[in-house]
């Protein structure tokens, strides 16, 4: 079995940071691609930042400059360092692993639970 677990959530002040650290255990023989999803309040799902195994990234438009995704391959593991804080980036932030089949060799997409981050004004 495979676990998703996303940690570092919290409140802050706008020009604050946080970091948030997900990790990924169990059977696990490769990772593909690795994001950061976020869902505000009343609003769908949307993505922040994706990093690939090489460590090529790309980010959403309103947080390039401010967030920043890595991550290390050999704890599975990914990060988000997020900077000058917004109240716009309120959100549940979600971890999504895209966890390699040994059999078929497909990727298969796991979430985390989410973790909260509050940006008050």
């Known amino acids: 079995q495979v676990q998703v677990v996303e940690s570092g959530g919290g409140w802050v002040q706008a020009g604050g940071s946080l970091r948030l650290s997900c990790a990924a255990s169990?059977?696990?023989?490769?990772?593909?691609?690795m994001c950061w999803y976020r869902q505000p309040p009343g609003k769908q799902r949307e993505l922040v930042a994706t990093?690939?195994?090489?460590?090529?990234?790309n980010y959403e438009y309103s947080v390039k400059g401010r967030f920043t995704i890595s991550r290390d391959n050999a704890k599975n593991a990914v990060y988000l360092q997020m900077n000058s804080l917004k109240p716009e980036d309120t959100a549940v932030y979600y971890c999504?692993?895209?966890?390699?089949?040994?059999?078929?060799?497909?990727?298969?997409?796991?979430w985390g639970q989410g973790t909260q981050v509050t940006v008050s004004s």
């Open positions: 169990g059977n696990i023989f490769s990772i593909d691609n």
């Open positions: 999504n692993a895209a966890i390699v089949d040994p059999i078929s060799w497909r990727p298969i997409d796991y």
């Open positions: 990093i690939s195994r090489g460590g090529n990234t």
